[in-house]
């Protein structure tokens, strides 16, 4: 004690911090065990790695809840000089990433009859090395307001996203990795152009500090607005918002599928809470920045481009990649409320979008592994001979469509309701713009969603359905994969029902902010 007490006050205040990092630190220590674990067995073993991951997972939700918990009580403790940003907002998407992790693993998981090519046992360490760096990466997007933590954060989970991009280690996943990494440094370069303006203008990399605020306040709005806007361009880009939303649907066709639901949904939810701290400090601090009308005309543009270019689409991920792309503009609708109910509608809406697209592309795996082959019209009539089947991905589309009774039409309704009522309060005509579009979008959503279950239940098989031998490990592994299914899905039809346990959690997020 006596020795940190002689320490300079910023380094004791660092010390102090140290504590609170535990679940990054459980993430760092994972990637380092399973790197040595990779490297001490030559006989590697599927089931080695996933239990490793699911220590790491639980390892990382405990101190998680530990923190929440703790912070319930003392909400002003220092997090590292103001680097890094640690609240009950950070805590829930944190565990959000955790729970996808959790699910993408089983997943993953083949018994080694079935060993596809990114499963191979030479790599497969490699591979949940990527997926615990991406989960790095988006713990702290989610914990910072520093411009500089910020970037290092965004470049992990995007180097770790090229690498995982290729992994089927073929000339369609190759292209698909090399036009990420070309996309991906289009937008950090312009993301980190704007940030050293905003540097520039201000004098400091903190958005939340005073200098931040009054810096910006006293700039050029001309100049301001550029630093801004290309800053946001970063986070567009990991949000698959237009016009940065190109990448996605060649990307989720060539990965992996696991991969493909691992990037729908981590990314793009770190990518989201990033921008629900910034957002109202950075377009409060530059009043002549148009920031409301800028978000709003990306959001009706993502939504429209999204389900648009879905209704044409063959090919099942291709389907789903689009479908992320309009789900990121519903996201951008509760980030332009910038309030309480805003925030309550995005936490809600992105619990719901992880369970609905999890289970999603679950699914599209499953089809794939009974038919081949990922094309919509090869499904014909797979919903008669295996009913589960059919009727989980009923309810996922009926859910990702935002129709009852499920959670997805809660948390659209919630979505169009918090931007209502700021209509109501502010009277800007672009936030009713913004709602019919939402509205408008999602009747058009329901056309595609439907068209698998359509080809399910409604289309003859042409011919016989192609199917793999099931070996006892193989019918484990489709044990499995049920069981995380119906994971998945039970939340969807519990929050229609009885939202209050999740209201309740995320009303003591809100309630602090």
């Not at 949940?128 to 965004?154: E, F, K, R």
């Not at 996309?183 to 312009?190: D, Q, R, T, W």
């Not at 981590?266 to 701290?277: D, F, N, S, T, Y």
């Not at 148009?290 to 209704?311: F, H, K, S």
């Amino acid at each position: 004690m006596e020795i940190i007490a002689s320490l300079p006050n910023d380094l004791r205040l660092i010390l102090r911090s140290g504590p609170w990092l535990w679940p990054e630190v459980v993430l760092v220590a994972g990637i380092v065990v399973v790197l040595m674990a990779d490297l001490l067995f030559r006989k590697k073993s599927s089931i080695l790695f996933i239990s490793l991951l699911i220590l790491i997972v639980l390892g990382n939700g405990f101190f998680l809840y530990q923190q929440w918990n703790v912070l319930s009580v003392d909400e002003s403790l220092p997090r590292f000089l103001d680097l890094l940003v640690l609240d009950r907002l950070a805590i829930y998407l944190k565990g959000l990433f955790g729970l996808a992790l959790l699910f993408v693993v089983l997943m993953s998981f083949r018994c080694r009859s079935q060993q596809k090519s990114f499963e191979r046992l030479d790599r497969i360490g490699e591979y949940y090395i990527m997926l615990l760096g991406i989960a790095l990466g988006a713990s702290l997007m989610v914990s910072t307001t520093h411009l500089l933590t910020m970037y290092l954060a965004i470049e992990l989970v995007s180097l770790s996203s090229y690498i995982l991009a290729n992994f089927n280690f073929d000339r369609k996943s190759a292209e698909a990795s090399v036009k990420y990494i070309l996309y991906g440094g289009v937008a950090s370069g312009l993301m980190l152009y704007g940030m050293s303006l905003l540097y520039g203008l201000t004098g400091t990399l903190s958005v939340t500090s005073e200098a931040f605020i009054e810096g910006l306040g006293t700039a050029s709005p001309l100049l301001s607005s550029i630093a801004i806007g290309f800053t946001l361009c970063g986070f567009l880009f990991k949000i698959s918002a237009v016009p940065f939303h190109i990448w996605t649907p060649d990307i989720y066709e060539g990965a992996p599928t696991p991969i493909a639901a691992f990037f729908s949904v981590v990314p793009k939810l770190a990518g989201i809470g990033l921008l629900l701290r910034i957002v109202p400090h950075v377009f409060s601090a530059a009043p002549d920045f148009p920031g409301e009308w800028l978000l709003g005309i990306i959001a009706m543009v993502t939504m429209i481009a999204g389900n648009v270019a879905a209704l044409h689409q063959t090919d099942a991920k291709r389907m789903l990649a689009y479908s992320s792309i309009a789900h990121s503009g519903f996201l951008l609708v509760g980030v332009l409320v910038i309030d309480r109910w805003g925030m309550y509608s995005v936490l809600f809406y992105a619990t719901v979008y992880l369970c609905m697209n999890l289970a999603a592309f679950w699914l599209i795996k499953q089809l794939r592994a009974r038919t081949g082959t990922d094309r919509i019209a090869s499904y014909r009539g797979l919903g008669l001979d295996a009913p589960w089947l059919g009727v989980a991905i009923l309810l996922v589309m009926v859910a990702l469509t935002g129709l009852p009774p499920t959670a997805g039409f809660t948390a659209k309704l919630l979505i169009f309701s918090s931007l209502w009522d700021h209509y109501q309060q502010s009277a800007e005509p672009q936030l009713l713009y913004v709602l019919i579009v939402g509205v408008f979008n999602t009747v058009i959503a329901l056309f595609y969603y439907l068209k698998i279950p359509y080809y399910l239940f409604f289309k003859k098989a042409e011919k016989a359905t192609k199917t793999h031998a099931v070996t006892s490990q193989g019918q484990f592994s489709f044990f499995l994969d049920k069981i995380g299914i119906s994971l998945l899905i039970i939340p969807l039809l519990l929050l229609f029902f009885k939202a209050d346990w999740l209201s309740a959690i995320i009303n003591q997020i809100i309630s602090v902010l």
